[in-house]
């Protein structure tokens, strides 16, 4: 919100279909797949994925959505442990024998120091006994906002972390406008 200058993080579920364009037309597959789609095929979509997502989620949940940023989640995990890893309150026990290809994900519950590669399985894992979409979404809220507490921890100054930047580097993309 620009004008009281607050931001607010939703987890819209991947697995959506349906979805309103917000041109009076639908997009029928899966709404993860939307992106990617409207790439590549400019000629429909002539602002590109990410604006044409945008509008979309715009049109399901009825809000103007000012801004967007988009993170590249290998980057996200050189983020994490450029911070020195963040702390989280494993709910429960995760068990996913089939994440990164079958290699598979286990966390038990409890207050948990993670580093990058664990965060990043921590965020992506969703196929555990009891995980959906809805409890992904949420695990990668606690990240990124114990991740903006690994970053302010003990007076600490973003500009101050320069191995931090250098990971933010690829990593984030957004069109926030930057004002000082």
């Known amino acids: 919100d620009p004008v009281g ?7 819209v579920p991947r697995d959506l279909i349906g979805v309103p364009l917000g041109n ?3 997009y029928g597959p899966k709404l993860n797949s939307l992106m990617e789609y409207a790439d590549r095929r400019p000629d429909e979509f002539p602002d590109g994925g990410i604006a044409t997502l945008r509008r979309a989620i715009a049109a ?4 103007e959505i000012h801004y ?3 993170i590249n989640l290998n980057g996200f995990r050189r983020m994490v442990d450029a911070v020195g890893g963040v702390e989280v309150e494993v709910a429960r026990p995760i068990d996913d024998p089939t994440y990164d290809g079958g290699r598979g994900f286990s966390i038990g519950a409890g207050r948990r120091h993670l580093d990058g590669a664990t965060a990043l399985a921590y965020v992506r894992s969703r196929k555990g006994a009891g995980d959906s979409d809805f409890t992904r979404a949420l695990r990668q809220q606690q990240v990124l906002v114990a991740l903006r507490d690994a970053v302010t921890a003990d007076g600490s100054v973003l500009w ?3 191995e931090l930047l250098r990971a933010v ?7 926030l406008p930057y004002q000082r």
Not at 5 to 11: N, P
Not at 60 to 63: I, M, S
């Open 160 to 162: 101050e972390l320069p």
């Open 68 to 70: 967007h940023a988009e």
């Open 60 to 63: 399901l949940l009825g809000v």
């Open 5 to 11: 200058k607050t931001v607010s993080m939703l987890s």
């Open 24 to 26: 009076g037309n639908e």
């Open 169 to 175: 580097g690829g990593t984030i993309s957004t069109d």
